[in-house]
Nanobody, 122 residues
Framework: QVQLVESGGRLVQVGDSLRLSCTGS????????MGWFRQAPGKKRELVAVISWSGGSSFVADSVKGRFTISRDTAGNIVELQMNNLQPADTAIYYCAADPSRFVGADDYRYWGQGTQVTVSS
């Protein structure tokens, strides 16, 4: 059974940092692209960041560029999102996703986690 499990979401204050982690199991994600999406209440799901299977390419949305960084471990089954200087606009459910070919410009990734809530309080 393929699973993506996110962790690390919680309530933080403006300006705080948070590190989200996603662990994949039931499948080898070494050759898969892995990304982070988020969905705020009443808004469409949006891509936050994605990293290629090799780790050699990555994309970070303009809305978080300079504050968020995506990385993955060498084995390929763990992807992390380092979030700095968090703002209330970053409040959302953050989802991990994996796909063998989808990268930027698509949100129909094959596998999804259940999500982890990040709330930034002012």
């Amino acid at each position: 059974q393929v699973q993506l499990v996110e962790s690390g979401g919680r309530l933080v204050q403006v300006g705080d940092s948070l590190r989200l982690s996603c662990t994949g199991s039931g499948h080898t994600f070494t050759l898969w692209n892995m990304g982070w999406f988020r969905q705020a209440p009443g808004k469409k799901r949006e891509l936050v960041a994605v990293i290629s299977w090799s780790g050699g390419s990555s994309f970070v949305a303009d809305s978080v560029k300079g504050r968020f960084t995506i990385s993955r471990d060498t084995a390929g089954n763990i992807v992390e999102l380092q979030m700095n200087n968090l703002q209330p606009a970053d409040t959302a459910i953050y989802y991990c996703a994996a796909d063998p070919s989808r990268f930027v410009g698509a949100d129909d990734y094959r596998y999804w986690g259940q999500g982890t809530q990040v709330t930034v309080s002012s």
